[in-house]
């Protein structure tokens, strides 16, 4: 446990290095739209899962803060949730489609040798429509975009409640 003199330290230490949606509003503006636009047709769970792992992966505290905040507001549980980071050691938490969508986050997120292996995005084919796979990718995509602007300007979590906009 913390105390609140190394709480007030860290926060100053890892204080904000730019308020990039205010310096940029135009930009931030698009994203809002571009994630509405993504998150259509994807199963609310499922996108909180996608976002919660990208940003695990991306080390995004504020996004991390934000995703299961907004997972746990939805009725996801903590078990899920906590165990996300694991999830290949803990495949049973997760349905087959869950599993085969966190697989394609995790390719589209890391880009192994500069490509998602045919056989993640067969896996992730096999258990999604067309449309819905391809709101799926811009939902992955969209999330790592958020998370580059949270981990480069040091957005500050622990502020974000459920329902607020980014």
Not at 62 to 78: Q, Y
Request: negative net charge; aromatic residues 8%; charged residues 25%.
């Amino acid at each position: 446990m913390s105390t609140a003199e190394e709480t007030v330290e860290y926060a100053t230490e890892h204080a904000p290095r730019l308020r990039w949606a205010q310096a940029a509003p135009e930009v931030y503006k698009a994203m809002i739209r571009l994630d509405a636009a993504a998150r259509k047709g994807v199963d609310p769970t499922l996108y909180e899962l996608v976002k919660i792992r990208a940003s695990q992966i991306n080390h995004c505290a504020f996004c991390l803060d934000m995703h299961t905040k907004d997972a746990l507001a939805a009725g996801e549980s903590v078990q899920r949730i906590v165990q996300l980071s694991a999830w290949q050691e803990s495949k049973h938490f997760y349905t087959e489609k869950e599993l085969a969508a966190i697989e394609l986050t995790e390719a589209i997120t890391v880009l192994t040798d500069g490509f998602v292996p045919d056989e993640v995005y067969d896996k992730a084919a096999k258990h999604f429509e067309e449309a819905e796979l391809a709101q799926l990718i811009a939902a992955i995509t969209v999330i790592n975009a958020w998370n580059r602007f949270g981990v480069t300007t040091r957005m500050t979590p622990g502020h974000y409640q459920p329902g607020q906009h980014q």
